[in-house]
C-alpha cells in the first residue's frame, strides 16, 4: 500500500493561471479531504468528497476554487486564475470509512504563486 | 463553529526537561488527534483519544484527554533535539459527525535545544 500520493510536491504557478493538484487515495479508501495550510498556521478544511459526490465544501473559497473526485482517478483539487494568497501547502487526507478514525495524510503540495 | 486553541505556540526548551503543550476545544468532541509536523514534511499520527479519562503514551511522548474540561495535553519526558517540530491537535466536529474532516488547533512550535 503506497500509502496516500499526492503530486505535484512543488507547483509554480504566474498569477492568473490554472493550478491542478492531484490526491491519490490510499486503496480501499473513498473518503478524500483537502485542506490548505498557510505559513505557521494550522490546517484549515476545505471540502469533503466520496467517489463522484461532494459531500461538503464549506471550507471552499466561493470563487475560482472547485474539487472532484471521479469514479477512475485521483481527485483534483483546481484553482482558477490563481492570486498571490493562493501560495500555500494543500493536503488532502483519506479515510476508509467515515467513523473511522484512522485519517492518512499526503505528503502535501506545495503552490507558489509568483 | 467549533474553535481548538493550543498553548504555548511556540516553545523552547532544554534537552532533559518536562513539558506540557495544552490542547482546548470549545464543544463536546468524539474524537481528539496529536500530530506532529517536520518542516516541509506532512503531518504524522502520534495519538487518537476516543474517550474521558484516555492516556496513550508513545517513547517520551504521553497524550490525556479530559472531555469534561474539554481539555487535552501532550506531555514531554525528558526531550530530546529529535522531538523539536510543530505538534498539532485536532478534533472532529460533533455535529456533522466527523463528515467536515477535523478542526485544527495552530500548533505548537518546539524547539528544544542541547
Known amino acids: 500500500n503506497a500509502g496516500v500520493m499526492q503530486n505535484p510536491r512543488h507547483l509554480v504557478r504566474r498569477r492568473g493561471q490554472e493550478a491542478r493538484l492531484r490526491c491519490s487515495p490510499m486503496?480501499?479508501?473513498?473518503?478524500v479531504y483537502w485542506y490548505r495550510q498557510l505559513p505557521e498556521e494550522g490546517l484549515k478544511f476545505m471540502v469533503y468528497?466520496?467517489?463522484?459526490?461532494?459531500?461538503?465544501e464549506s471550507g471552499m473559497p466561493k470563487e475560482r476554487f472547485s474539487a472532484e473526485f471521479p469514479k477512475e482517478g485521483p481527485s483534483i483539487l483546481r484553482i482558477q486564475q490563481v492570486v498571490r494568497g493562493d501560495s500555500a501547502a494543500y493536503f488532502c487526507?483519506?479515510?476508509?470509512?467515515?467513523?473511522?478514525?484512522?485519517?492518512?495524510f499526503g505528503s502535501g503540495t506545495q503552490l507558489s504563486v509568483l | 463553529e467549533l474553535k481548538v486553541e493550543q498553548n504555548p505556540l511556540f516553545l523552547s526548551m532544554q534537552e532533559g526537561k518536562n513539558y506540557t503543550i495544552y490542547c482546548n476545544y470549545s464543544?463536546?468532541?468524539?474524537?481528539l488527534y496529536w500530530y506532529r509536523q517536520d518542516p516541509g514534511k506532512s503531518l504524522e499520527s502520534l495519538f487518537v483519544?476516543?474517550?474521558?479519562?484516555a492516556v496513550k503514551q508513545e517513547g517520551r511522548l504521553m497524550a490525556s484527554l479530559d472531555t469534561k474540561a474539554r481539555l487535552s495535553t501532550l506531555h514531554i519526558t525528558a526531550a530530546v533535539h529529535d522531538l523539536s517540530a510543530t505538534y498539532f491537535c485536532?478534533?472532529?466536529?460533533?455535529?456533522?459527525?466527523?463528515?467536515?474532516?477535523?478542526?485544527f488547533g495552530k500548533g505548537t512550535h518546539l524547539i528544544i535545544q542541547p
Open positions: 487526507a483519506t479515510r476508509d470509512t467515515l467513523t473511522n478514525e484512522k485519517l492518512f
Open positions: 486503496k480501499g479508501h473513498s473518503h
Open positions: 468528497l466520496q467517489k463522484e459526490n461532494i459531500i461538503d
Open positions: 464543544t463536546t468532541s468524539d474524537r
Open positions: 483519544l476516543l474517550s474521558n479519562g
Open positions: 485536532a478534533v472532529d466536529n460533533p455535529l456533522r459527525g466527523g463528515a467536515d474532516g477535523l478542526t
